[in-house]
């Protein structure tokens, strides 16, 4: 059965650079079958879509994040990764990976999520 | 890209129909037949209970509904139970390998 987990600091300094790692198990992300999604959700408000990754290195993100964010994968790990630069306050935020199947719209697969906050 | 857009709460009786409404433009919920909805328990990742506008994925009991109308899509969930008690999203496809979520509805159970 998959299963994804989140990783990463849970305090960010604003200004610095957020990364977080999502490790799969169950499943490869490997090959075309599969998009890695992350979505994040600030405190009290709803969900974000930030970007998809596909095939290990096609990549498609939330215009209102895309010149802040980097997706990758790691297969030798079978990892993905999400970084996103210059945080503020507002990047403050439960992170989500997921993933969705090539050809269909929805998740139907989710980390727990990790809670990152961006503070002094 | 904007969100969709959502009330932010609704509520009903036990044994009620509630329906919540999910708006969009013809970019994304009016240009495609791919919005879908989760629910969310406090604490907990969401849950995915339908699927392409009107699907439901296996598991999840009938009482849970979809349909689209121009741009609006909605979700109704009949015969309301203290456990539906949750919060709810919609998402759609928008073209171009991009997607975007509603704001997300408070469902109370009174």
């Known amino acids: 059965q998959l299963q994804l987990q989140e990783s990463g600091p849970g305090l960010v300094k604003p200004s610095e650079t957020l990364s977080l790692t999502c490790t799969v198990s169950g499943g490869s992300i490997s090959g075309n079958v599969h998009y890695w999604v992350w979505i994040r959700q600030s405190p009290g408000q709803g969900l974000e879509w930030i970007g998809s990754l596909y095939h290990t290195r096609s990549t498609f993100y939330n215009p209102s994040l895309e010149s802040r964010v980097t997706m990758s994968a790691d297969t030798s790990t079978n990892q993905f990764s999400l970084t996103l630069d210059s945080v503020t306050a507002a990047d403050t935020a439960v992170y989500y990976c997921?993933?969705?199947?090539?050809?269909?719209?929805?998740?139907?697969?989710w980390g727990q999520g990790t809670l990152v906050t961006v503070s002094s | 890209q904007s969100a969709l857009t959502q009330p932010r709460s609704m509520s009903g009786s036990p044994g009620q129909s509630v329906t919540i409404p999910c708006t969009g433009t013809?970019?994304?919920?009016?240009?495609?037949?791919?919005v879908s909805w989760y629910q969310q328990h406090p604490g907990k990742a969401p849950k995915l209970i339908l699927y392409?506008?009107?699907k439901r994925p296996s598991g999840v009991p009938g009482r849970f509904s979809g349909s689209k109308s121009g741009n609006t899509a909605s979700l109704t969930i009949s015969g309301l139970q203290a456990e539906d008690e949750a919060d709810f999203y919609c998402?759609?496809?928008?073209?171009?390998?991009?997607?975007?979520f509603g704001g997300g509805t408070k469902l109370t159970v009174l």
């Open positions: 997921a993933r969705h199947v090539n050809g269909n719209y929805y998740v139907n697969s």
């Open positions: 392409d506008v009107t």
């Open positions: 998402q759609s496809y928008a073209g171009n390998y991009l997607w975007v």
């Open positions: 013809s970019s994304d919920v009016g240009g495609f037949d791919y």
